[in-house]
């Protein structure tokens, strides 16, 4: 028998949501810690899941003509001092390498936390003239950032991800950009991860460090948290000026280009685990779980039940992600193997069912058995797919709307923040110091002034002063 230890019951997440997210993220095999603290090891299917992820997105990436790159680990820091509200932003996370080998470098590097840097340094090389433009460029790499608190997947010192880098010979070109990439984003989430989230533009003060405008993401998670969930930066043409990068115009005139970046990370995993996920672990979207389909076979000793279900195997991973379970575990242990590990769909067949040439079906997402006819198993399995992703964004956006909710003055933001999880949707002065007061005393920030503006009174929830914009607030990983 295999070890028991994976399929006992996980901590119940209304009991310890942190510990429920602990519980599933090791036993369902995602992450091992490592030696090296704040640092995990993406054990195989962890990986396969960020796998599934990066194929998809790399294809959205390149149907929008963007080409891969890879750029350097290790950044000098004299690069990386010449933006300096960039290099503000990012100094209390930056990992310094002091020495090779056992000299001393005469400059100290650091350990790339994200990339500009090193992409203007190059755009200075490469591009002349207006022809030379636009460069649409990804890094699919990782990055350190020396956090104080590491969680797997939502935050850790070292982390997977892309990083998006365009150049453009215009302003409009580039904002043009920035919007596209947080739509591929938007799209990406909602219709491959069954997430749904909000799109708008970040506060100043929560804006990316060197950005004009930061564009986001945002959504909630199954205890009202919300999660950043992907980004995309206008930087205007502040970095070319800091690095020196122009090129000549259509007019023969010295001209200076204008940047996105625009980025997503190993976190949307997180993401995953923490708004589909149940007390019997993962609930994977179908798009992007590693085993789709798995098949079960019922006393699998009586004749032809493993003959019958092997069939079946050879039919269905010509069309999805499947695998047949053959081992001498019992039903009832794959049974919650396969809840654990979140896999979408899980197929049983038995002697009764070989006869009346059928099987059992049985959703992750919502446990409904549904017997299909084995002269239409590819297409019947392929709806099933489809229906199990509907089912996990109608439940989440269900779930999202119930944890919605309005206020209008600090009193009801602080006792709503206090007693209720999820967004709360206020109108805002623009006034920063209204917003270092609503994460002083209601312990929220912004999250994003939605794209889709609401006017739900015309003052500023803290201040009470004519209110510019309709913000989600919340509490945040």
């Known amino acids: 028998m295999a070890n028991d230890k994976k399929v006992k019951a996980i901590t119940s997440m209304e009991e310890d949501f942190a510990k429920w997210y602990t519980d599933v993220v090791l036993k369902a095999e995602l992450v091992d810690y490592s030696s090296v603290k704040g640092c995990l090891i ?31 680990m290790f950044i000098p820091e004299s690069l990386l001092q010449k933006e300096k509200d960039h290099v503000e932003g990012f100094a209390p996370e930056v990992a310094w390498v002091t020495h090779g080998g056992n000299e001393k470098l005469e400059e100290r590097m650091c350990v790339r936390p ?35 608190t590491t969680r797997p997947f939502l935050r ?33 989430v909602e219709k491959y991860l069954a997430i749904p989230v909000i799109k708008g533009v970040k506060t100043e003060k929560e804006r990316f460090a060197g950005a004009v405008n930061t564009y986001t993401i945002e959504a909630l998670m199954h205890d009202g948290k919300a999660l950043q969930s992907g980004t995309s930066h206008f930087f205007g043409d502040g970095f070319a000026k800091a690095f020196g990068i122009q090129f000549t115009d259509k007019d023969n005139k010295l001209a200076t280009p204008f940047q996105t970046s625009w980025g997503v990370s ?46 079946l195997y050879e ?48 959703r992750r997402d919502n446990g409904e058995k549904i017997t299909i006819s084995l002269d239409n198993l590819e297409q019947e399995v392929a709806k099933l797919l489809d229906s ?26 602080i006792e709503t923040a206090d007693t209720k999880p999820g967004f709360i949707k206020a109108m805002w002065c623009g006034d920063r110091a209204c917003e270092e007061t609503l994460k002083e005393k209601a312990g929220v920030s912004s999250r994003c002034m939605p794209f889709e503006q609401e006017t739900l009174t015309d003052k500023c929830v803290c201040c009470g002063k004519p209110a510019k914009k309709m913000v989600y607030w919340g509490k945040a990983y």
């Open 266 to 311: 190993t976190r949307l995993i997180g993401a995953i685990i923490m708004t589909h996920g149940d007390d019997n672990g993962l609930v994977l979207p179908p798009a992007i779980a590693p085993i789709q389909t798995v098949i079960v076979p019922i006393a699998s000793h009586k004749e032809g039940v493993t003959e019958k279900a092997t069939e």
């Open 388 to 413: 199990v992703t509907q089912g996990l964004y109608n439940k989440a956006l269900a779930s999202r709307d119930s944890m919605t909710n309005v206020v209008t003055d600090l009193d009801q933001m």
């Open 156 to 188: 850790s010192r070292e982390f997977l991800w892309q990083e998006g880098h365009t150049i453009h010979a215009t302003a409009q070109e580039a904002e043009a950009e920035t919007i596209k990439m947080l739509n591929v984003y938007a799209e990406f």
């Open 42 to 72: 993406i054990r195989p299917y962890g990986y396969a899941i960020w796998e599934n992820i990066q194929k998809i997105m790399d294809g959205m990436f390149k149907e929008t003509g963007h080409e891969n790159v890879y750029m350097p």
């Open 315 to 362: 039919r269905l991973k010509k069309v999805c992600r499947a695998k047949i379970d053959l081992s001498d575990n019992t039903p009832g242990w794959k049974f919650a193997e396969y809840e654990m590990k979140g896999v979408p769909l899980r197929l049983e067949i038995g002697p009764r069912d070989i006869e009346n040439n059928v099987c059992v079906a049985v």
């Open 114 to 148: 994200t990339s500009e840097t090193l992409f203007c340094d190059h755009y200075k090389n490469i591009i002349h003239s207006y022809r030379d433009l636009p460069k649409l460029y990804n890094q699919w790499c990782s990055v350190v950032r020396w956090e104080k």
